[in-house]
Every structure is written in C-alpha cells, then in structure tokens.
C-alpha cells in the first residue's frame, strides 16, 4: 500500500476548476478540494506532479468565516464540493471566475457580470447515476448491497442513501431499486450503475446496468411496486468502466418522459440528452430569444443542438439543427414530427463537418461542449460573418477563448452568468455577438 502524504498550507483562493489554491513550502502550487480561500488546512495529497499536487482537505486548521456544515457530510466532495459554503459566496466566486476566464484573454466584459440563479439550491437535479458498493457482513455469508458515490480524487466509493441534489423521487426510487435487489442472490460487481430521471412532475423511469446477464433479476410484479413509469436491465459491457447500452434485457412499463420547455412539450429517454435544471435553463432561453425575436424573419442555426430544446423553442420557423449524436438526432426527429415543424431540419454530423449550414445568412446558435468550438467552426463563422452568434457555453474558459477569436469581426453586445448547478462549481455563461459596425459598413460599400 503506498504510503499517504499529507500536507499543511495556506488556502488563497478558488480558481477555475472549482477547488481552491495554495503554495506548498517547496513551492508547488495545491490545488484543493474541501477548502476555502484564507483557511489553514491540512491536506491528503491525491496525484503529486513536478510542479503541482492535488488534495482534499483532512482538517481546518483556520477556519473561514464563509464555511458551512454540509447538507451531505459524508458524500458532498462527490457531488457538489461547494456545500461548504453559502450561495451568495457561491454566487460572487462564480462571476469571479467567469471575470477571470475572459481576463486571460484580455477581454473586459462590458457590463458587470452577474449569475442568475432561482434561488433553488436543492432537489433541482432530475438525473442522477448511482454506483453500487459491497462488503462482506460479519457472518461472511452474504454481502451488503449499497448505493454509492465515487470518492473525488481517488479510488473507492463513499455509500449513500441519495444526494440532496436530486429530485426526492429519484431518492425515494433509488432506495426502492436498493431494497428490492438486497433480496436477490446478487452482489454489487455484477452491478455498473443505477440511473435515475425524471419529469417536472415527479415521474419516474430508470436504468439498472447490469456486468452480467442475469435473468429474471426482477420481475414484472415487481417493477410494478415500484414507484417509476416503467424502467429498464441493460447489460453493459463490463470492459467499458462507462454505463453503455449493449443489450437491453427487460423492459417494464413506459420508459418515457415528458417535458415542456416555454410551452414546447418534449419527448426524451432516460438516457437521453436533457437539460438537468428546466427552471435556471428557461431563464436562459428567454434571455437568449430577445436577441432572436428583433430578427423573426432571418432563419436560424442551432449549432450543438442534442434533442434541439433550443433551436425548437426559440428558433424561429426556419431552423437548421446540428447534432453529432444519432440518439439525440433520433429524439429530435420524433419531437420535430410531433410538433408538426415542416421547416425545422435535423442534421445527424459533427458540427465541424456541417460548414457548408454555416452561410452567413442566418443567426447562429452554438451551445457545444466543455472543449469549445471547434477550430473550423470558428473560421467558417469567421468566413461567412453572420449578423449574430448566440453562445451558451458550460466552460467559460474555451468560451473566452473563442470570443478572443471571433473578435476579429464581432463584439460582445450581452452576457450572462447562470447557475444550472447550485452547489457545484459549474457555471452556464451566455454571449451575444454582433457583427462590429465598421464590418457592415464595408459590406454596404461593397454592394
């Protein structure tokens, strides 16, 4: 067994990643989860580099006035490391670091940042993937069969009865699941993971991924007690550390949801693309229509679509929507037919592969993922010069990054900040551009 180094240093503040920062005494940089800026902490360090570690905090030392007991003592590290403090703290380091992002790039947002949140610091959640843990009782004859979380920043599993992020439905369900396999001759390696969803309204459905083919594990009786729609046993590759499909096994009862977003009711699976927080994600739709409804004739491009919650609400008539994953194409097919949208166009391909949709005749959505756009999107947009690109990014860092680009030819006219994940570090952050005066003006001596 290797042995564990612990450290004691000084906290100084939280950086991008979401964990706080401080300086070793040989001069490396920790990088902490657990901490607040200004505590005196001792850490476990979890990877040990050149240049840098990586810890979690075994004890405060100084304690920062800002700490506050979290609501999951045992399991928030693996959830939501940021229960350790209020959410007007959360708030404020949250537009610190959207600041920061486009500091790095040498842009000055041109108004004062600020983070929307509705006020819901828990029960937003509506998907939540369970891991299993076992051990041996003390008679040897059986062992314990437990729902768990990961442990941040190292091996093992933290055993949990739910988070208090989730919708209480997906708790209530995940214990029922937890139960009912307690009986059966099983133990927690067969098992991957449970993944739970559901509606608005409290409905719903799961997904037991299974390492074996197991029959009859739970019967059609028995998933009727249960308190979901309907559920699923997959067999997923045990290879693949992933929750992956590779067969499904059993089906009982109605294994899909439903959800309106402004008004637009969508279908989606479990395993689907949704959003994870409807209420703060409405919020950011309407913000982002104001820029769209003053062009109502132009047609729109949603770039990075997943089952096209953006382009299908607020996109207009005319949309054009990209996605690279066939699942989510398949869900926003079935949601264009329902919705009768004759001019609403599904593409299944990668959104760099999609240039020739990118005319510069239309307004462009792009909502991609934590990596940013892709280097040609970014050219082609800078080819084709659109009137407006609409970004929503979940990475404020490649974000900025990739405004710094687009500044050749637009300028930032709008931004918000929103809190999709209370309790994490995770941060939603909207720009609106437009094409910059000077630019339009060469056009119309061109023409």
């Known amino acids: 067994m290797r042995k564990q180094i612990f450290e004691t240093l000084r906290l100084e503040k939280i ?13 490396r940089k920790a990088f902490v989860w657990g901490g607040l800026p200004k505590e005196l902490v001792t850490i476990r360090v979890t990877k040990k580099k050149s240049h ?19 609501k999951d003592e045992n399991s928030y590290l693996s ?4 229960q350790i403090m209020p959410m007007s703290s959360e708030q404020s380091y949250k537009a610190s670091l959207i600041e920061e992002a486009f500091l790095l790039h040498n842009i ?24 299993w843990f076992g051990d041996k009782t003390d008679d040897d004859e059986k062992e314990t069969l437990d729902l768990a979380f990961f442990k941040r920043g190292g091996k093992g599993k933290v055993v949990v009865d739910g988070t208090s992020l989730a919708h209480p439905s997906i708790n209530k369900l995940a214990i029922e ?16 993971t449970l993944l739970i969803r559901s509606d608005q309204q409290g409905n719903a459905v799961w997904q037991l991924y299974v390492k074996d083919r197991i029959e009859n594990l739970i019967s059609d009786d028995e998933a009727k007690l249960l308190s979901a729609k309907g559920g699923e046993i997959i067999y997923s590759d045990p290879k693949s550390p992933a929750s992956r499909i590779t067969e499904r096994l059993n089906k009982f009862g109605d294994t899909t949801l439903s959800d309106t977003i402004l008004g637009v009711a969508f279908n989606y699976a479990c395993e689907g693309f949704f959003q994870v927080n409807i209420p703060v994600y409405e919020k950011a739709l309407n913000d982002m229509k104001k820029w769209i409804d ?35 194409v398949a869900e926003m097919q079935r949601n264009i037919a329902k919705l009768n949208r004759p001019n609403a166009k599904a593409i299944l391909a990668p959104s760099e592969k999609s ?12 909502d991609p993922p934590r990596a940013g756009l892709h280097a040609d999107v970014t050219n082609r947009l800078l080819e084709t010069e659109p009137p407006r690109i609409i970004y929503l990014s979940c990475n404020p860092v490649t974000q900025a990054r990739d405004v710094s680009l687009l500044q050749e030819k637009y300028e930032i ?9 209370p309790r994490t570090p995770h941060i939603e952050h909207l720009v609106v551009l437009d094409k910059k005066l000077e630019n339009i003006e060469k056009e119309s001596k061109n023409d």
Not at 79 to 82: A, F, L, R
Not at 355 to 366: N, S
């Open 15 to 27: 950086v991008g990643g979401g964990q706080a920062i401080g300086t070793l005494d040989d001069g």
């Open 52 to 70: 840098f570690v990586e810890g979690i905090v075994t004890e405060i030392i100084e304690k920062s006035p800002e700490r506050i007991t979290p």
């Open 79 to 82: 959830t939501s490391p940021w």
């Open 108 to 131: 000055t947002l041109p108004e004062k940042i600020e983070v929307f949140s509705d006020g819901v610091e828990f029960n937003y959640r509506n998907k939540v993937e369970f891991s």
């Open 177 to 192: 699941i937890r139960d009912l396999l307690r009986e059966k001759p099983i133990v927690a390696r067969q098992l991957k």
């Open 294 to 328: 003053c062009n109502e004739k132009m047609p729109t491009l949603d770039l990075y679509s997943g089952v096209g919650t953006i382009g299908l609400t607020i996109g207009g008539d005319d949309v054009t929507l990209v996605e690279i994953n066939e699942h989510a």
């Open 355 to 366: 240039l020739e949709y990118i005319t510069g005749e239309q307004i462009v959505i792009v």
């Open 413 to 421: 006219v709008h931004h918000q900040g929103y809190n999709f994940f």
